[in-house]
């Protein structure tokens, strides 16, 4: 394994960044501040239908295992105002409700909206035209979509859970190539394969009895996905791959930096102390991750006239939503679970990527509405997404000290 390190340093190809730059970013400046966004209610809490049926094949099964299921939020779990109507995410509507809370408690009635709010609610409606989007959101209104809490259901693995992840990675390695030079796609994939299965050879059973599961790194399961010798020369180019895809989703955030930043938008869940200090929170992560020193150039990803970039996007735009698709088919319940989250994520992504022009384009007042708009579904997946490559990178950390620690 010290040769298989050693394939995983230096340069990264089509990039002026370093694997090492990029560590030591990761572990101490961004890592830290985003864990603890994403323990907020606003990130934690995230609607999905986790029982579309899977469109491509017709010996579907679901896991019956006890660890393959996700547990939803009871009503009372999730804050009012993530379950309230989307135009609360507005300045201007969140000021029109505590105006009618207040005449609600004085007796008084008001069954009328104000041209204000309603333009909210036209604009916040407009936000969500999937024409703009990269990925499949679920629809939140469907009785099927249930709000889950992230942290009560990490990833985890056993055998047959890893089974069932491989065979959905290995069609979406065998999606009809764009084109060859558009091999940054494969790149995009393969780094989010090797992220989950990081993440499941992280938190692995280890153990179970009558009394407690034992949950932990599992150092042959990661050495089977990645070792060199055992992955044919494919395991470090995967690891690098997440490198690449970190870089994509760091750079995803920095550019979005401009619309958090608008006094108008608020990480809205009814506790005002707490979203504002949770605003304040998004935007000193974003500052930190636009003074990365060594961001990837997406006008080389993107390169091309306009006409070439136009067609470049519907296709990226085409495949990504048919990965939400396939998401649908993985057996497990918790793997679909963080499959669709990360899918999204990554789709939110390259939607911010794909719309520099709109984002720079962003009015610096209240009054006016952006013609770039983000779902709550997407910033959550954003973030999330991101979280969980973040993790990767540092878990990498932990795999070369345990490795290391069997060479004595």
């Known amino acids: 394994m010290v040769q298989f ?30 864990q603890k966004l994403l323990s907020s209610d606003y990130f934690r809490f995230y609607k999905v239908n986790l029982n579309n049926p899977c469109p491509f094949w017709t010996d579907h ?42 005449a609600e408690k004085l007796g008084a009635v008001n069954g009328s909206l104000s041209d204000e709010t309603r333009q909210a609610l036209q604009e916040w409606k407009k936000h969500d035209d999937e024409s703009d989007r990269f990925c499949m959101l679920d629809d939140e209104d469907s009785p099927e979509s249930q709000y889950v809490d992230l942290l009560l259901n990490p990833e985890v693995t056993i055998t047959f859970i890893l089974s069932s992840v491989e065979k959905v990675f290995s069609d979406l390695h065998g999606v009809d190539c764009l084109c060859v030079e558009k091999r940054a796609f494969f790149r995009l994939i393969s780094g989010l394969h090797a992220s989950i299965n990081i993440h499941l050879s992280a938190r692995y059973l280890l153990d179970e009895n009558w009394f407690k599961m034992k949950w932990g790194h599992n150092v042959s399961e990661f050495q089977l996905r990645f070792d060199e010798e055992l992955t044919e020369g494919e395991g470090p180019k995967r690891l690098r791959n997440l490198y690449f895809l970190y870089l994509i989703e760091l750079r995803a955030l920095a550019k979005i930096l401009p619309y958090f930043e608008r006094p108008a938008f608020h990480l809205y869940t009814g506790q005002r102390t707490q979203d504002n200090e949770n605003k304040k929170l998004l935007l000193e992560l974003l500052h930190v991750a636009k003074s990365f020193p060594l961001h990837f150039d997406e006008t080389a990803l993107f390169a091309g006239n306009n006409k070439e970039a136009m067609k470049l996007k519907e296709d990226f735009k085409l495949t990504f939503k048919n990965i939400s698709r396939i998401i649908d ?13 990360q899918t999204q994520g990554l789709g939110s992504a390259l939607k911010i990527l794909f719309s520099e022009r709109q984002i720079e384009a962003m009015p610096n007042t209240s009054n006016t509405n952006p013609s770039f708009q983000l779902s709550r579904q997407e910033i959550v997946s ?7 490559i973040s993790t990767s990178v540092r878990e990498l950390e932990n795999f070369r000290s345990l490795l290391s620690n069997l060479k004595q």
């Not at 006890?66 to 105002?81: D, F, L, R, S």
């Not at 609360?88 to 029109?96: F, G, I, L, P």
């Not at 954003?382 to 969980?388: D, K, P």
């Open 382 to 388: 954003l973030f999330n997404a991101f979280g969980r």
């Open 61 to 102: 099964s679901q896991c019956g295992l006890k660890y393959c299921a996700v547990k939803p939020c009871t009503p009372g779990e999730v804050p009012e105002g993530l379950k309230s109507s989307s135009y609360k995410y507005s300045e201007a509507a969140s000021q029109d409700i505590e105006e009618c809370e207040k």
């Open 5 to 34: 390190w050693s394939k995983v340093t230096g340069t990264l190809d089509d990039c002026a960044c370093d694997v090492e730059t990029i560590d030591r970013f990761n572990n101490k400046e961004i890592f830290p501040k985003l």
């Open 329 to 341: 088919c993985v057996e497990c319940f918790k793997c679909r679970l963080w499959g669709k989250l």
